[in-house]
């Protein structure tokens, strides 16, 4: 089964306060994708990070990080410093190449208060 | 740089109605793809498109639903006697073949 699970549905939090999102992925292909995107109130949805299955690595780009760990089939997603306009939801996203069909999660709500 | 665009941004129709989508995706982008997302949900890939040819259709995609690429540019939706199931955004993205999707704005479409 290929699946992807983000079990916060809404998270709620005072601007300057550190963020994880958490992602849990399904799948029994040994190469596969992790996508992260973001929703703002705009509705459209923008490309944050790809990950492919064989690099652990975590990465950081700015306020953001992202944490894969295969070991326990999770790919969470931390803002540092999380400020209002950080609010939207955050999809995780398990795929098959760098690009192509994605399979979402439900989407976490951030709401980040001033 | 523009971006995809979709048209329209809102449609309501009354149920049996038939209706049309339109995307532009990005120009060099030679994948289109058609999602479906409703409210509280992440969205659920419904077909693409790799140039002209149709390369996967998803069985959430019912007879109603037909989708084109005639020149392999731009990209219709159409949705045939509606009903208020297929109320939802339905969003569409594009990509180069090995590139992350890049998404519009969507159209949300209401059934009343």
């Known amino acids: 089964a290929q699946k992807v699970t983000q079990a916060q549905t809404e998270i709620s939090v005072v601007e300057k306060e550190d963020v994880t999102l958490d992602c849990v992925y399904e799948t029994r292909d040994t190469t596969y994708y992790l996508f992260w995107y973001k929703q703002p109130p705009s509705g459209e949805l923008v490309f944050l990070i790809r990950?492919?299955?064989?690099?652990?690595q975590n990465e950081i780009s700015g306020r953001y990080s992202w944490n894969f760990q295969k070991s326990t089939s999770s790919f969470n997603f931390t803002i540092t410093a999380s400020q209002v306009v950080d609010s939207a939801v955050y999809f995780c996203a398990l795929g098959y190449n760098q690009g192509g069909k994605l399979i979402f999660g439900q989407g976490t709500e951030l709401s980040v208060k001033p | 740089d523009t971006g995809v665009s979709q048209n329209p941004r809102h449609k309501i129709t009354k149920r049996g109605q038939n209706v049309t989508f339109r995307c532009d995706p990005i120009?060099?982008?030679?994948?289109l793809y058609w999602y479906r997302q409703t409210l509280g949900q992440g969205p659920e890939f419904l077909t693409y498109f790799q140039n002209e040819a149709q390369l996967e259709k998803s069985r959430l995609l019912s007879d109603r639903f037909s989708a084109e690429r005639p020149k392999g540019s731009f990209s219709t939706l159409e949705i045939q006697r509606t009903e208020q199931g297929d109320s939802a955004m339905y969003l569409c993205a594009s990509s180069l073949i090995q590139g992350p999707l890049h998404f519009g704005n969507g159209t949300r479409l209401t059934v009343t």
């Open positions: 990950r492919n299955s064989f690099d652990e």
């Open positions: 120009s060099e982008h030679n994948r």
